[in-house]
């Protein structure tokens, strides 16, 4: 069972995982469903997972710079996929 205090690390992590699908999807130079979708929840992780953080109270010094990896990841792939 997963633990409360590990949902912000699982957030950031799929934002990693959802980052490169987005490029990987807009190799077609179509916009779909999926991309959009992906965008979507990837942008929802990202604002819901320093609120719960700061609720359950894990936030940590880690925690806020993998966030900001994810971010720059989730953002810079967003960039070249509109580019594509």
Known sequence: MIKLSHIPSLLIG???TIAPLLVFDALDHKTSYWFIIGYV???L???FDG?????LKVSTT???QADS???ICLYLCVA???WL
């Open 69 to 71: 990896w994810a971010d």
């Open 41 to 43: 929840i990837a942008v």
């Open 51 to 55: 609120i719960i953080a700061r609720r």
């Open 62 to 64: 880690q925690l806020r």
């Open 14 to 16: 799929m934002r990693f």
């Open 45 to 47: 992780s990202d604002i």
């Open 80 to 82: 070249i996929s509109a």
